[in-house]
């Protein structure tokens, strides 16, 4: 029985220095894992800030983008307008012009005489004084 117990506290003695470095390279490991995860967490804080600012950067070049497709839209609806307007005036002339091509200028010159007389008729004269001498057209 003494013979067991020295054997047991032999292995004991071998044993201990053995779990002691066994202790030591597990700490190693831990403290190497745990270092790495600050690494890595200290890489994702720095990855997420970036996306942040990108995000930001992202989110204010569309809300130019959007600030200029309006005013693109609004000048598009504007030119459309004018477009329109001169398209119409531009089929207003070309039937006055039909028309006048059609006219002779004889007849255009009886017709502007015609019209004065009856402008002239339609405009009131003003009342002429004592010492005045009244203008005739």
């Known amino acids: 029985m003494e013979r067991q117990l020295q054997e047991l506290l ?26 790495e995860h600050e690494k890595l967490t200290q890489e994702r804080d720095e990855l997420w800030a970036t996306v942040l600012k990108q995000t930001k950067i992202i989110e204010q070049q569309k809300a130019k983008l ?44 009886k017709t502007n005489k015609e019209q004065k007389a009856r402008l002239s008729t339609l405009t009131p004269k003003p009342p002429v004084s004592k010492g005045a001498t009244q203008r005739t057209p």
């Open 66 to 109: 959007d600030e200029l497709t309006q005013t693109a839209e609004t000048l598009a609806k504007a030119s459309t307008s004018r477009i329109n307007g001169l398209e119409a005036e531009l089929v207003t002339v070309k039937s006055e012009l039909t028309d006048f091509k059609r006219l002779n200028p004889k007849k255009l010159e």
């Open 10 to 35: 032999k292995i004991r003695d071998n044993l201990i220095p053995e779990l002691v470095e066994a202790y030591n390279v597990d700490t190693r490991e831990f403290n190497a894992l745990e270092e």
